[in-house]
Nanobody, 122 residues
């Protein structure tokens, strides 16, 4: 399966971005989707996850109330709506999928997209 993350960019603090993660090669609805982010010198950090049906979501405390994860299985695409962005949200954002239930551990995910840069200026 191939994942393609897009939608990153440069935004001012307080602004919004919507990331997309498009999949090809597998039936998207079979997989839990996770979003992670990484800054230089740090480990990849869990951001959000959504269940196969979309009925269950989970967020890192640092983004709760500001970010929303969603998915459209018919389009094989997942989204991460990011509002009230802060400079500390600056990172490369990755989407990933796994066949089991959600986890916060990046090592549990089987396939990864290439990442999209999000930069939030103060």
């Amino acid at each position: 399966v191939q994942l393609q993350a897009s939608g990153g960019g440069l935004v001012q603090a307080g602004g919004s971005l919507r990331l997309s993660c498009a999949a090809s090669g597998r039936t998207y609805s079979h997989y839990t989707i996770g979003w992670f982010r990484q800054t230089p010198g740090k480990e990849r950090e869990f951001v959000a996850a959504i269940s196969q049906s979309g009925g269950f979501t989970r967020y890192a405390d640092s983004v709760k109330g500001r970010f929303t994860i969603s998915r459209d299985n018919a389009k094989n695409t997942a989204y991460l709506e990011m509002n009230s962005l802060k400079p500390e949200d600056t990172a490369v954002y990755y989407c990933a999928i796994r066949s089991g239930i959600w986890t916060m551990r990046s090592g549990d995910y089987d396939f990864w997209g290439q990442g999209t840069q999000v930069t939030v200026s103060s």
